[in-house]
């Protein structure tokens, strides 16, 4: 009932105050905190040093050669440094990641931005984004992780909103069996994501109809494969041999999803300063329901629990505790994340 309550109001009454400066529609929510930007995929290269060899360029010394590149490309992938792949969502850019990048302390040059133009064109990542279909994302996405794992082994990607739809749709990908493992793709971080199921979920394929609700670009968690069908959320990652952790914000109310699917390490983000969005949609304050979702879904790109989650977890996968989580009733100033303990 509160869900198709707050589609009605979406649809049916305009936004009357103007988003923040800044903000773009999209993305469900109009997040876009800066101007689109695209990251061009830039790897480093340690092209190979090779001495002469005394056999010239007979059989031994081809077999010394390629011997060497592949030496060489071994100590390459062995380096262990992270390379971190930025999805962003509908009508964003990989400059909304800014802030949780430099709570990180990450360096731009080690991070690599998804480009929806690879799917469909578009002036920009942003522009591309409002129309890619999250399956096609989903499979251009594989290839660009495909291409890094050439030359990286501790590949880390990092998704928000529609983009975790997009993450997720991919590793279910592997999981099923579709698409093989990737060598080096070790772990994921799907921050507030559009994967709800359900009523939810439904209105989530439609989002683009308005700004206030986020659009998943298609995405349904339920995939059937040989007349066989499951839900792609549980135990999502582990055939593919990728660790996933989902990290929400219930104040954000539309924006993410609210099932807890097996063996999918979910947390909930509790205390960013504000209160639930049901709040002011309670008092039929659209306007301030509106404003807290944007607030409480952008909360998760810019908080200090979450980037120490996601330190924890490139450091060693599965050593990031989230203590305090939130589970059935729960206070709506927050307080939860203010027991958590990041190991």
């Known amino acids: 009932m509160l869900v198709a309550t707050l589609a009605v109001l979406s649809l049916a009454i305009p936004l009357s105050t103007p988003a923040p400066a800044g903000l773009v529609p999209g993305d469900g929510v109009g997040l876009s905190p800066t101007t689109p930007a695209v990251s061009p995929v830039d790897l480093p290269r340690n092209p190979a040093h090779r001495r002469p060899h005394p056999y010239g360029f007979g059989l031994v010394g081809t077999l010394t050669v390629l011997g060497g590149a592949v030496v060489e490309r071994r100590r390459r992938r062995r380096s262990g440094e992270p390379i971190y792949v930025l999805v962003h969502g509908d009508g964003g850019s990989r400059r909304d990641f800014d802030p949780l990048l430099e709570r990180l302390g990450v360096d731009p040059s080690d991070t690599v931005a998804f480009d929806y133009r690879?799917?469909?064109?578009?002036?920009?990542?942003?522009?591309a984004s409002r129309t890619a279909v999250t399956g096609a994302a989903a499979r251009e996405l594989d290839r660009l992780i495909r291409e890094l794992a050439e030359t990286h082994d501790n590949i880390y990607s990092i998704h928000h909103s529609r983009g975790g739809a997009v993450?997720?749709?991919?590793?279910?990908?592997?999981?099923?069996?579709?698409?093989?493992?990737?060598?080096?793709?070790?772990?994921?971080?799907?921050?507030?994501?559009?994967?709800?199921?359900?009523?939810?979920?439904?209105?989530?394929?439609?989002?683009?109809?308005?700004?206030?609700?986020?659009?998943?670009?298609?995405?349904?968690?339920?995939?059937?494969?040989?007349g066989e069908c499951r839900d792609v959320r549980a135990h999502l990652g582990e055939a593919a041999g990728?660790?996933?952790?989902?990290?929400?914000?219930?104040?954000?109310?539309?924006?993410?999803?609210?099932?807890?699917?097996?063996?999918?390490?979910?947390?909930?983000?509790?205390?960013?300063?504000?209160?639930?969005?049901?709040?002011?949609?309670?008092?039929?304050?659209?306007?301030?329901?509106?404003?807290?979702?944007r607030s409480a879904h952008a909360s998760v790109l810019d908080h200090w629990v979450v980037a120490d989650c996601i330190k924890a977890e490139v450091r060693e996968l599965e050593s990031c505790v989230w203590k305090g989580n939130s589970t059935g009733l729960r206070r709506v100033w927050g307080s939860g994340n203010s027991k958590n303990a990041i190991r």
């Not at 929400?248 to 099932?259: C, I, K, L, Q």
Request: charged share 20%; with cysteine.
């Open 118 to 127: 690879s799917v469909v064109q578009g002036e920009s990542s942003t522009e």
């Open 242 to 293: 990728v660790e996933v952790i989902a990290i929400r914000n219930p104040d954000a109310v539309v924006t993410n999803f609210t099932a807890s699917p097996d063996h999918l390490r979910v947390y909930d983000l509790v205390d960013d300063g504000g209160r639930s969005a049901l709040w002011p949609a309670a008092w039929g304050w659209l306007p301030g329901f509106v404003g807290r979702v």
């Open 167 to 226: 993450g997720v749709s991919m590793i279910a990908s592997i999981d099923d069996g579709t698409r093989p493992p990737i060598d080096g793709y070790r772990g994921a971080a799907l921050l507030d994501p559009a994967i709800a199921s359900g009523s939810l979920g439904g209105l989530q394929r439609f989002g683009r109809v308005s700004t206030h609700i986020p659009d998943n670009g298609g995405f349904d968690p339920i995939r059937c494969v040989d």
